[in-house]
């Protein structure tokens, strides 16, 4: 198993296009997460999948973006419209379901984004 | 909600010295509490973690203590090394039913030879 993986790792776009990030987890993980990480802050927590059902969005995450798993497997990350704002890096995250033990997670590398 | 707070910001040691990076939880039902180094360029990787019914954990130069009273937990680096240079991030959970792991701000770790 080669980790999670993010492609790609880096998009640069102007403001108003849309773009999408796809992330494909350990393949034994059934837990699926997106954090977005802004320059000198922590991962900060978007949504998560338990196999293809999305089942905690946060606040930071308006209504231009939404995520996806549809076949409980890799998972993807669509901006619409883009803002400045949005520029940052988009980490995915895989987790076992933590039944009995604590809720691991294994980063990939991220996808960072540009919006000019 | 659980928010984690992370001190200093920046730590720059000597080759050899000792680190020390303090962090702080809100949330009492919080009990899994892991660590994470991020390297340039790359995600941020587990390096050790602690739960809430253990004080004290160690593996090799790397510590964390915690005090669940006083809601503090601490990572120690030991006879630091130049490639321990990094941005290390505390983190807060509950580890069995919970989905959120939250950050610290992170700490970014200069080890000058």
């Known amino acids: 198993d080669t980790g999670v993986s993010q492609d790609p790792r880096h998009k640069i776009t102007k403001r108003g296009q849309n773009v999408t990030f796809r992330c494909d987890p350990i393949?034994?993980?059934?837990?699926l997460y997106w954090y977005r990480q802004t320059l000198g802050q922590g991962p900060e927590f978007l949504t998560y999948f338990q196999n293809e059902a999305q089942l905690e969005k946060s606040r930071l995450l308006s209504d231009r973006f939404s995520a996806e798993r549809p076949k409980g497997s890799f998972s993807t990350l669509e901006i619409q419209r883009t803002e400045q704002g949005d520029s940052a890096m988009y980490l995915c995250?895989?987790?076992?379901?933590?039944?009995?033990?604590?809720?691991?997670?294994?980063f990939g590398a991220g996808s960072r984004l540009t919006v000019l | 909600g659980e928010n984690v707070e992370q001190h200093p910001s920046t730590l720059s040691v000597q080759e050899g010295d000792s680190a020390v990076i303090k962090c702080t939880y809100s949330?009492?039902?919080?009990?899994?509490f892991p660590w994470y180094k991020q390297e340039l360029g790359k995600g941020p990787q587990l390096i050790i973690d602690?739960?809430?019914?253990?004080g004290e954990k160690k593996d090799q130069r790397i510590a964390v203590t915690l005090n669940k009273t006083a809601k503090h937990f601490s990572l120690h680096i030991t006879e630091t090394q130049p490639e321990d240079s990094a941005v290390y991030f505390c983190a807060a959970s509950i580890s069995t039913g919970g989905f959120k792991t939250i950050f610290g701000a992170g700490t970014r770790l200069f080890v000058k030879a």
């Open positions: 995250a895989s987790s076992r379901d933590p039944i009995l033990k604590a809720n691991v997670l294994t």
């Open positions: 949330d009492s039902a919080s009990n899994y």
């Open positions: 602690i739960r809430s019914n253990v």
């Open positions: 393949s034994e993980h059934n837990r």
